[in-house]
Nanobody, 117 residues
């Protein structure tokens, strides 16, 4: 089992940058694929980015390609989401998830990102 704690959310101006972190407990972190999702008020949770357990493959939603970078440090049991060129439409609660392939079984509590125009 894995427990996830999201952090790093903040209020930032459009064009700014933030780095989100997701710290995992458990010795099996390195065996999980990890993803970031976001949920804006009144909307469904949507996929943002994912990284394979080995860190060798990453996938991004079209809306964040070229602006966001997902990475992981298996020695620190942490996955990151570096966000740059932020836009007001990036405003959401961001969640990290752990799972295998496209199935996520564990979720963080979420961290709020607000981008002001």
């Amino acid at each position: 089992q894995v427990q996830l704690v999201d952090s790093g959310g903040a209020l930032v101006q459009a064009g700014g940058s933030l780095r989100l972190s997701c710290a995992a407990s458990g010795r099996t972190f390195s065996t999980y694929d990890m993803g970031w999702f976001r949920q804006a008020p009144g909307k469904e949770r949507k996929f943002v980015a994912a990284i394979r357990w080995s860190g060798g493959t990453t996938v991004y939603a079209d809306s964040v390609k070229g602006r966001f970078t997902i990475s992981r440090d298996n020695a620190k049991n942490t996955v990151y989401l570096q966000m740059s060129s932020l836009r007001p439409e990036d405003t959401a609660v961001y969640y990290c998830g752990a799972g295998i392939g496209h199935t996520y079984n564990y979720w963080g509590q979420g961290t709020q990102v607000t981008v002001s125009s």
